[in-house]
């Protein structure tokens, strides 16, 4: 007779292959749709974190176009006509004299029709509208100023006049984009929750169909984490493959999105192409594993509380 | 080894099927256990091996009160118990190899150390030649030596049978017997329920007989071999 007694010294390193087996979960039918739903999860995931960073980047790179520049609105006279030379040469001192202004340069006929063809086309020059004078200022670098004491200074000249530090357009973009990050953030965790209870419905639903073999195991004083170690790694292999299905997804759809965005010249004035900076990629490169994750750590947690009900 | 004192079971709100049940045995004891069907055979065998929970009373089981021992070691009580089900309980998808090897695996036992021990042990079973054959692929009796392999490869302390001569033909269940005789000289407890009255008379160990929920207490003889 040869069954002696498991000494000690014996217990030891496991076959972790040969335990994987204990319980057939790979034969399971029930989970063979699981990492496909879990695939269309990372997806979507994979898209919304995508946009949400696509924005920032783009509003980042807005706001470094901007800074350092404003534009001073200068109104045509009331009975219409361009300003006297007289008066615009005295705008543009009073607006070169400020400490921090480095050029103050007024925009030529041909470079307002380029600001006006994106939405008049390419008769933006013949049409006769009232437009005033803009003037383009840059700043030096890391200086500020007082663009209401220069405004008001710039009114005693011309009437009307108007210093535009596109503050306001920007804080509404950049509102905009905290929006659509809240809202992408919001998304994540309702796919992260629907991915979670996926699993304990899918877990507690293999717990039912190997009832048998968990009971055997347990009359055999199987401790709980063994039975909760197989649902778990079992659950993790599902999510990781599931995940890397959709990252391949996202992937193509990025490239498509980066394709439309390089070759849509409609698109090209306005927008400033689809990028991702690094930590984006990081995150959605992240999305697999942390399905994997995110499956292993439900899965072992929902296994040991119903072994937990057990005699 | 083990003490019952006042127990009683019955299932959800049905009908008590133990009632103020004592028993007590010693460690190294061979008992059989017998009694009509529905009698409660079964049921004081999952007290046995802790798949229940008495309604009333108290277990002592390697001289420890079940009720109070942490959940946290339940498993380690239960490695020391070996159990061969009337139904074998054989996983399908596992070789007769991997079926004896689990209650080692789960003792979390080196994999050179569970082939080793396997393999001997169905070489004792008359086995050797189905190390790699799967349960479906097996008789009845070869499914019920795999058990019973199974139920022993880690020597346990109390061995609990429910029917294992039942698929089996006499020379087969005298075999099986003097394996069961042959742990208990290693000092395992056993106890045996069956209704086979002829082996009960030919092995001649004490008996518990269930009649109306309760336990009788029949005394052995010297065996007869």
């Given at each position: 007779m040869a069954g002696s007694g498991i000494a000690p010294a014996e217990r030891g390193r496991a076959d972790d292959m040969a335990r994987a087996r204990t319980l057939p979960l790979h034969q399971d039918g029930s989970t063979r749709f699981l990492p496909w739903l879990i695939a269309l999860m990372v997806f979507l995931a994979a898209l919304a974190v995508g946009a949400a960073f696509a924005l920032d980047t783009a509003l980042e790179r807005w706001n470094d176009g901007l800074r350092g520049t404003l534009t001073v609105q200068l109104p045509r006279p009331a009975g219409g006509g361009p300003l006297a030379p007289a008066t615009m040469e005295a705008a543009l001192a009073a607006m070169r004299a400020v400490p921090g202004i480095v050029s103050a340069v007024p925009l030529d006929a041909a470079a307002q029709s380029a600001l006006l063809k994106p939405w008049l086309g390419d008769n933006a020059d013949a049409v006769e509208l009232p437009l005033p004078v803009l003037v383009d200022l840059r700043l030096a670098a890391g200086a500020s100023i007082d663009d209401a004491a220069l405004a008001r200074k710039l009114d005693h000249l011309v009437p009307g006049a108007r210093v535009e530090t596109h503050g306001a357009w920007l804080d509404q973009l950049f509102r905009l984009a905290s929006m659509v990050e809240i809202g992408t953030a919001a998304i994540v965790?309702?796919?992260?929750?629907?991915?979670?209870?996926?699993?304990?419905?899918?877990?507690?639903?293999g717990l039912m169909i190997h009832a048998p073999v968990v009971d055997l195991l347990h009359l055999m004083g199987a401790p709980n984490l063994y039975i909760a170690r197989q649902f778990q790694w079992h659950a993790f292999r599902l999510g990781v493959r599931g995940g890397v299905i959709g990252l391949v997804l996202a992937l193509l759809a990025f490239g498509a999105l980066y394709l439309a965005a390089q070759q849509g010249a409609a698109t090209a004035d306005l927008m400033p192409g689809f990028r991702l900076p690094i930590g984006a990629w990081i995150s959605v490169l992240a999305l697999p594993l942390g399905m994997g994750l995110a499956g292993l750590m439900t899965a072992r947690i929902t296994v040991l509380r119903a072994l937990a009900r057990m005699p | 080894m083990v003490r019952f004192e006042n127990v009683a079971m019955r299932y959800g709100r049905g009908p008590e099927i133990l009632h103020d049940l004592d028993l007590d045995l010693a460690p190294g004891a061979f008992h059989f256990l017998t009694g009509a069907s529905g009698a409660g055979k079964s049921t004081l065998l999952r007290l046995l091996y802790l798949a229940e929970r008495p309604t009333r009373g108290r277990v002592f089981l390697f001289d420890r009160d079940i009720a109070q021992v942490p959940q946290r070691e339940l498993p380690g009580l239960r490695r020391q118990i070996g159990v061969v089900f009337q139904d074998f309980r054989l996983l399908d998808h596992l070789s007769a190899l991997d079926n004896v090897a689990l209650p080692m695996r789960v003792a979390g036992a080196r994999e050179d150390t569970i082939r080793e021990h396997v393999v001997d042990l169905l070489r004792?079973?008359?086995?050797?030649?189905?190390?790699?054959?799967?349960?479906s692929t097996l008789s009845g009796g070869q499914?019920?030596?795999?058990?019973?392999?199974?139920?022993?490869?880690?020597?346990?302390?109390?061995?609990l049978a429910d029917e294992p001569t039942g698929n089996v033909d006499d020379a087969i269940a005298l075999r099986l017997l003097h394996l069961f005789e042959e742990l208990n000289r290693r000092g395992t407890t056993v106890v045996i329920a069956t209704h086979n009255e002829a082996l009960i008379e030919r092995f001649g160990y004490p008996t518990l007989e269930i009649e109306n929920g309760r336990v009788r207490h029949r005394a052995g003889r010297a065996r007869a071999g």
């Open positions: 965790l309702l796919i992260g929750s629907v991915a979670i209870v996926t699993v304990i419905f899918t877990t507690r639903t | 004792w079973v008359g086995l050797e030649n189905f190390v790699n054959a799967k349960p499914q019920q030596r795999i058990a019973i392999a199974r139920a022993v490869i880690t020597r346990p302390q109390l061995l």
